[in-house]
């Protein structure tokens, strides 16, 4: 059974800086691609960062040069560092992985970027 869990969402002011969490089990993380996406009220769910299991990244030009995905292997786990936040970054946030012809998810946690 395949679980990602997420933590480290919350309440900061524009500027500040969140780092999430995702930990996975029941896939072979160290072979698998992850992945942060984000949905806004009212607004379709968009890929926010990606990491191969190379460790080589990408990112959705909003972030770029604010944000930076990383992943651990010993301990199943992908980063999000959220850096110099704004208002627009406000969302609930999803860990994503795909195995074995299925997409997984897990199960948000909110960011509010807020004075």
């Known amino acids: 059974q395949v679980q990602l869990v997420e933590s480290g969402g919350g309440l900061v002011q524009p500027g500040g800086s969140l780092r999430l969490s995702c930990t996975a089990s029941?896939?072979?993380?160290?072979?698998?691609?992850m992945g942060w996406y984000r949905q806004a009220p009212g607004k379709e769910r968009e890929l926010v960062a990606g990491i191969t299991s190379a460790g080589s990244t990408n990112y959705a030009d909003s972030v770029k040069g604010r944000f930076t995905i990383s992943r651990d292997s010993a301990t199943n786990t992908v980063y999000l560092q959220m850096n110099s936040l704004i208002y627009e970054d406000t969302a609930v946030y999803y860990c994503h992985t795909r195995w074995r012809r299925a997409d997984y998810w897990g199960q948000g946690t909110q960011v509010t970027v807020s004075s």
């Open positions: 029941g896939i072979i993380f160290s072979i698998n691609a």
